[in-house]
């Protein structure tokens, strides 16, 4: 099956530590997103990726970090600095195809602080 | 800044009938719309675009709206069934998909 996938479904953290969200995808797309979900609002991009060993600030990037080694993955990781973290974390990949507008969603990873 | 809201957080509406999701946008830059459907506890799923040149386009049982005049966007659900129960959200991209603008959804809960 061809799709993007999340892990861990459910993470906790302790104040303090860092953790890294696990992004897959197997749809041979070059770009590749994270956005944060809170509660009533829309989705608010961190960090895209349109090409391998490259990342680009969304809206939100302070306080976490990304990295690009291989094209199917994009792991998030969400640092001490980010002082609100617990939040429902949706990664996504889309074609760069001309027109293009279709992004294709994993099932999302929430994070609790505890 | 730009940014995309909607008018209805929540629609109600019984199952066969029609459901209208309306979406305000803010950015007449924009060259593409787009409505999103998020079910409980999982990722937004693609519904349908639309491009700024165009005011109207239809999928399977939805139609999509665009009026440039007043900057609005509505997707129409014909015979909404209790599958399309979820949050929809509108967004609007220019430049790239990376500049793509999320609104806050509404929710639609269909009655049976």
Request: aromatic share 12%.
């Amino acid at each position: 099956d061809g799709g993007i996938t999340q892990s861990p479904k459910y993470l906790f953290r302790k104040e303090g530590q860092n953790v890294t969200l696990s992004c897959e995808q197997n749809l041979n797309h070059d770009a590749m997103y994270w956005y944060r979900q809170d509660p009533g609002q829309g989705l608010r991009l961190i960090y895209y990726s349109q090409i391998v060993n490259d990342f680009q600030k969304g809206d939100i990037a302070e306080g976490y970090s990304v990295s690009r080694e291989k094209k199917e993955s994009f792991p998030l990781t969400v640092t001490s600095a980010q002082k609100n973290p617990t939040a429902f974390y949706l990664c996504a990949s889309s074609s760069l195809f001309p027109g293009n507008t279709e992004a294709f969603f994993g099932q999302g990873t929430r994070l609790t602080v505890v | 800044g730009e940014n995309v809201g909607l008018h209805l957080p929540t629609l109600s509406v019984q199952e066969g009938d029609n459901s209208i999701i309306n979406c305000a946008y803010s950015n007449s830059a924009s060259d593409y719309f787009i409505w999103y459907k998020q079910e409980s506890g999982k990722g937004p799923q693609f519904i349908i675009d639309i491009r700024s040149n165009m005011d109207k386009r239809q999928g399977q049982r939805v139609t999509v709206l665009l009026n440039k005049t007043v900057k609005h966007l509505s997707l129409q659900i014909a015979a909404t069934q209790p599958g399309d129960s979820a949050v929809y959200f509108c967004a609007e991209t220019f430049g790239g998909y990376q500049k793509v603008t999320f609104g806050t959804g509404t929710k639609l809960q269909v009655i049976p």
